[in-house]
């Protein structure tokens, strides 16, 4: 009995594996950029080890790594569409994204930090309509 008891814990273990549990309310909301409003406004979207969202014109999808607090990107794919406004911002938001190793999430806030732990930029859910 106690034999099988080690092997289902054992099993279960694997199953869950490393970074699998996410912290709760990170996943299934649009994370919009503070201080951004209106259609266009940057958001992220985490879903079961993929994330999307708007980078301010164009949408983009690839996939992330959670460990603890440790996150990080794969290369974003993201759609070509010409931008009248906002193309520099939306560059400078990606280039962001891509410096990520580690997230808080405290208060309803998501923090999305750099290497040695300062904030590169700060999420709030979007209001339900």
Do not use: I
């Amino acid at each position: 009995m106690h034999r099988r008891l080690v092997l289902s814990a054992l099993l279960l273990g694997v199953l869950a594996g490393p970074g699998r549990a996410q912290p709760e309310g990170f996943t299934g909301v649009d994370w919009v950029l503070a201080g951004a409003s209106g259609k266009r406004a940057p958001y992220l979207r985490f879903e079961a080890g993929r994330v999307a969202g708007l980078g301010g014109c164009n949408r983009f999808k690839g996939s992330y790594k959670l460990s603890g607090a440790k996150l990080s990107f794969s290369p974003l794919a993201a759609t070509q569409m010409a931008c009248l406004d906002g193309f520099e911002q939306e560059q400078a938001f990606f280039a962001m994204l891509a410096k990520v190793r580690a997230m808080s999430l405290k208060d309803g806030r998501l923090k999305l930090l750099d290497a040695g732990g300062a904030v590169l930029a700060s999420f709030t859910p979007r209001a339900a309509p």
